[in-house]
């Protein structure tokens, strides 16, 4: 979340708190080419599931 790394466990629990303190919030979510979709896909689903509908994809790559 930001730049701050979050095991998988703490994900959900963590999208949950933003949602209740600003339910509008826009998600950004930066992968790269080496990103699996799964993970892409897995992000989505837990924005969903806490509540945050608005996401945006920054699919650069970094350092090119």
Known sequence: LGTTPLRDEELLPTL?????????????????????YAKVAQLMQANQSAGLEKMTFDMRTIGK
């Open 16 to 36: 949950k708190a933003l949602a209740a303190k600003d339910p509008e919030a826009i998600i950004l979510i930066r992968a790269d080419k080496d990103t699996p």
